[in-house]
T-cell receptor, first 108, second 113 residues
Framework: GQSLEQPSEVTAVEGAIVQINCTYQ??????LSWYQQHDGGAPTFLSY????GLEETGRFSSFLSRSDSYGYLLLQELQMKDSASYFC?????????FGKGTRLHILP | DGGITQSPKYLFRKEGQNVTLSCEQN?????MYWYRQDPGQGLRLIYY???????QKGDIAEGYSVSREKKESFPLTVTSAQKNPTAFYLC????????????FGPGTRLLVL
């Protein structure tokens, strides 16, 4: 079977750092993606890891360990506009499988 | 500007009625996808198409149908067989390849009267 596990909710303070973890179990794995979705909006692409290690894009970084079937999204210098849901997703040979998402709450 | 458009933004369905959601892209992408999202939930794949005139069922295809007669268009019909159609429907497209990013349309919110 296939599954992705990520926390349903995370709370952090403005200006702080937060890490959202994702573990997966699937066949035909090619890479791990992260998407952001604001309330009522469409998901938008944030980051992608095909190989082990850290990818950095501005305030956002993503990490992958293929041997551990594990990845995380790291958000630094949190801003109120980062309040959203974050989805990890597995890129397979035929499609992308999305997790259920992590709701990030940011406190002022 | 390149992108994906979905229409309408809101759609109301009466009992026993079929409704069709539109999805158009001008990104020249070969692959297109339909997802359903329920409140507080992730994205569940309904149908996808890797090429014109071909499509495959996703995880929750029952009660839905699609067509892919043109590269740019991938309409989704919610049939009367779908007993719980109220949800947010998202269309996406991507270039062909295992490392490609999906680009999403703004979504259609379907409500049952």
């Amino acid at each position: 079977g296939q599954s992705l596990e990520q926390p349903s909710e995370v709370t952090a303070v403005e200006g702080a750092i937060v890490q959202i973890n994702c573990t997966y179990q699937t066949s035909g794995f090619y890479g791990l993606s992260w998407y952001q979705q604001h309330d009522g909006g469409a998901p938008t692409f944030l980051s992608y890891n095909a190989l082990d290690g850290l990818e950095e894009t501005g305030r956002f970084s993503s990490f992958l360990s293929r041997s551990d079937s594990y990845g995380y999204l790291l958000l630094q210098e949190l801003q109120m506009k980062d309040s959203a849901s974050y989805f990890c997703a597995v890129n397979r040979d035929d499609k992308i499988i999305f997790g259920k998402g992590t709701r990030l709450h940011i406190l002022p | 500007d390149g992108g994906i458009t979905q229409s309408p933004k809101y759609l109301f369905r009466k009992e026993g009625q079929n409704v069709t959601l539109s999805c158009e892209q001008n990104l020249n992408h070969d692959a297109m996808y339909w997802y359903r999202q329920d409140p507080g939930q992730g994205l569940r794949l309904i149908y996808y198409s890797q090429i014109v005139n071909d499509f495959q069922k996703g995880d929750i295809a029952e009660g839905y149908s699609v067509s892919r007669e043109k590269k740019e268009s991938f309409p989704l019909t919610v049939t009367s067989a779908q007993k719980n159609p109220t949800a947010f429907y998202l269309c996406a497209s991507s270039a062909t390849g295992v490392h490609e990013t999906q680009y999403f349309g703004p979504g259609t919110r379907l409500l049952v009267l």
